[in-house]
């Protein structure tokens, strides 16, 4: 889980004479999983909680998380915004306690994956009651004199966005990347970045090489991993390990195994899948260290988080299910390295397909998912 994270401010209405308070809540979006003994279960969620804990302030922002254009604060902005008392670790608490509670027990293991914590600043004034700023409606019928909003701690929206500078540390050229990307490519050095708080850092990254006009690539965190509690080193292992209907062959044990967990977001139930997939699969071509020439889809999804998705990745696909529950809590994973890989799939009418692996993926799936 992230300790950095945004700051969003929700537009108002309030006439200018109007005092404007800005409440904090703390916003987890995200994929869960939880891994019991007959399964793996997912939820999308988008949710929010009062940062501050207090009777006369709604509880969470609802559905406006979802439904309004949010702003980043600047120092511009009228009006007072509060500061949040409550530790976000307290609150993702109540929400993991709140999507676990209809899930059958025991939970083995639960993941938390997508970049995913921010604080919602939401507008309200003060009248004879307390005004939600945004509807300019009042937020319940208590009077205004009950609670004194100078019991609350304020603070200036003075907070740094810091934009990570998009020169090539490298060369000095202009870094390429789509919106909402993680990953800055260099065109003219053929380098890679990656931020890591306020500096770039080289990335490794790779392709396997595709062919055709119709090629995108989809990037793809490969991670290699110290694995105990379970004999899952090599190819020859996972053949084992998710009972794949293949013979061992020479050499195999000396083909190392990695996870291969996407670099984008997607569905909960559909990135486990492709995850596992790939997995599963472990492309053993010979990766060749460029960029594509081609399409790339931009990176989304931090490795940080796709580190956090290998333990559900490896309950996906390990064989037979029955044994799950005894061999899984004695597993440790620990990434070691990893490299950005870029597998060609071909743009077909409805979808993506990698015909080597055997994967297709919707192509309106592909574009939904680009608002989690
Ligand atoms: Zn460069």
């Not at 810091?162 to 050229?173: I, R």
């Not at 790939?278 to 989304?300: C, D, F, Y």
Request: positive net charge; glycine residues 4%.
């Amino acid at each position: 889980m992230a300790d950095d994270f945004f700051r969003y401010v929700l537009p108002h209405k309030a006439e200018d004479h109007h005092d404007v308070v800005f409440f904090p809540y703390w916003r987890f979006k995200g994929m869960l999983f939880f891994c019991g003994p007959s399964g793996i279960s997912n939820r999308f969620v988008d949710v929010s909680h009062q940062a501050v804990v207090t009777p006369y302030f709604p509880i969470s922002v609802g559905v406006r998380s979802q439904a309004m254009k949010l702003r980043f604060p600047s120092t511009d902005m009228a009006g007072r915004f509060l500061k949040p008392r409550l530790p976000f670790k307290e609150v993702a608490a109540n929400f993991e306690k709140r999507f676990g509670k209809s899930l059958p027990k025991p939970i083995l293991h639960q993941a938390h994956i997508g970049e995913s914590l921010s604080l919602i600043y939401s507008p309200f004034y003060l009248k004879d009651k307390l005004y939600d700023a945004i509807l300019n409606k009042p937020v319940s019928a208590t009077p205004s004199e009950v609670f004194n909003i100078d019991d609350f701690d304020a603070e200036s929206p003075h907070w740094h966005i810091h934009f990570v500078s998009t020169l090539c540390p490298n060369c000095g050229w202009d870094l390429e990347g789509q919106r909402d990307t993680l990953v800055l490519i260099c065109k003219n050095c053929d380098s890679s970045w990656y931020p890591v708080g306020k500096k770039l850092k080289p990335l490794k990254y790779a392709q396997i090489p595709g062919h055709g006009d119709n090629t995108i690539y989809l990037p793809f965190w490969r991670i290699r991993a110290d694995i105990s509690g379970i004999d899952l080193k090599s190819y020859a292992d996972l053949i084992r390990i998710a009972n794949l209907p293949k013979t061992v062959q020479k050499g195999w044990t000396d083909v190392p195994f990695r996870f291969w967990i996407p670099a984008f977001k997607l569905r909960p139930k559909i990135f486990l899948r492709l995850a596992s997939h790939i997995t599963v699969s472990q492309p053993r071509k010979e990766l060749i260290p460029e960029l594509p020439a081609g399409r790339i889809h931009p990176s989304t999804l931090p490795v940080k988080e796709a580190i956090e998705s290998m333990a559900i990745t490896l309950a996906q696909f390990m064989k037979p299910r029955k044994t799950l529950m005894e061999r899984f809590n004695n597993i440790h994973i620990d990434a070691k390295s990893f490299t950005l890989v870029f597998i060609p799939f071909n743009e077909e009418h409805h979808e993506f397909i990698q015909h080597d692996f055997q994967i297709a993926i919707n192509k309106n799936v592909m574009a939904l998912s680009k608002n989690l």
